[in-house]
């Protein structure tokens, strides 16, 4: 059984750093490569915020994140990072880890999702 393990949300003020990580388990080599956050914020649909591809280090992003967040992972962990700086009130929300995609962008291609972290940015 797949598992996502989200950990490193928080509650900071607007211009603080924070990283999320999302460690998987389970033993299982995903078929496909690509994985993913998205955030949710009360009111408001599930939006992509950034993915990378697993086996060859690709990275993809949400034009409102471009040049605040990074995505990076460390495949001998079973770990995916985003590191966030320069943090807004808008990026205020849940944060999911999702995994096992052909699709980048699309929440609904990813077979595997993790159960979310609080992200509070204060202004």
């Known amino acids: 059984q797949v598992q996502l393990v989200e950990s490193g949300g928080g509650l900071v003020q607007a211009g603080d750093s924070l990283r999320l990580s999302c460690a998987a388990s389970?033993?299982?080599?995903?078929?496909?490569?690509?994985m993913g956050w998205f955030r949710q914020a009360p009111g408001k649909e599930r939006e992509f915020v950034a993915a990378i591809n697993w086996s060859v280090g690709s990275t993809y992003y949400a034009d409102s994140v471009k040049g605040r967040f990074t995505i990076s992972r460390n495949n001998a962990k079973n770990t995916v990072y985003l590191q966030m700086n320069s943090l807004k009130p808008e990026d205020t929300g849940v944060y999911y880890c999702a995994a096992d995609s052909a699709n980048y962008y699309s929440s609904s291609a990813y077979a595997y999702w993790g159960q979310g972290t609080q992200v509070t940015v204060s202004s």
């Open positions: 389970g033993g299982r080599t995903f078929r496909r490569a690509a």
